[in-house]
């Protein structure tokens, strides 16, 4: 069975990085070069599609509204991928969800999530 | 970017009918976004019940089914319960990003 774990700081300050990490289990991330990516969800809105990465050929892609802060990596030794988030506001505060893509863009298996909130 | 575009609620019957839609302000969607469908009940994780526009999981329901109709991708209920209850989310994709509806709040009542 193919299980996410999202994991890394609740709480980030004004203007600094926030980063994310993914453990991937019951399943090699470098697999079939299968994709993997974040979804957020800020308090009370909707889904926002944040990035995606191939986890052999190493291909991102962003959402344009974040690309200039964001960086998406993949490390197949850990079976791991993460999320990096620059210069970071109170907007960016939300439940940062990482999943397996089926292609670039779908979503496809959902970790449970991490609330990350911005605030000094 | 591209705007995509879902009723904001929507209330079944017990045992009804419903169809949730899903447009682009690009125009027609077509299978070439390859529309997605999530559910998301309060305080959990979404789950992906429909991918490229109507293809279903192991985990997804009989009573919910995909399709594109009227220039839009669409979700169709038959036999609503009460545990469908939920929000119902849209994914398109567009050349190297995907974007989410705003979302659908399904009532059963």
């Known amino acids: 069975q193919l299980l996410l774990q999202e994991s890394g700081p609740g709480l980030v300050k004004p203007s600094e990085t926030l980063s994310l990490t993914c453990t991937v289990s019951g399943d090699s991330i470098g697999r079939d070069n299968n994709c993997w990516g974040w979804t957020r969800q800020s308090p009370g809105k909707g889904l926002e599609w944040i990035a995606s990465i191939y986890s052999t050929i190493g291909t991102t892609y962003y959402n344009p509204s974040l690309a200039s802060r964001l960086t998406i990596s993949v490390d197949t030794s850990k079976n791991q991928f993460s999320l990096q988030l620059t210069s970071v506001t109170a907007t960016d505060t939300a439940v940062y969800y990482c999943?397996?893509?089926?292609?670039?863009?779908?979503?496809?298996?959902w970790g449970q999530g991490t609330m990350v909130t911005v605030s000094s | 970017q591209a705007v995509v575009t879902q009723e904001p609620s929507l209330t079944v019957s017990p045992g009804g009918t419903v169809t949730l839609t899903c447009g682009s302000s690009t125009g027609v969607v077509t299978s070439d976004h390859w529309p997605y469908w999530f559910q998301q009940k309060p305080g959990q994780a979404p789950r992906t019940l429909i991918y490229d526009t109507n293809n279903k999981y192991s985990w997804t329901p009989a009573r919910f089914s995909g399709s594109l109709l009227g220039g839009k991708a669409a979700l169709t209920l038959s036999g609503a319960l009460p545990e469908d209850e939920a929000d119902y989310y849209c994914?398109?994709?567009?050349?190297?990003?995907?974007?989410f509806g705003g979302g659908t709040k399904l009532t059963v009542l």
């Open positions: 994914l398109l994709s567009y050349p190297a990003a995907g974007v």
């Open positions: 999943a397996r893509h089926r292609g670039a863009t779908g979503v496809d298996i």
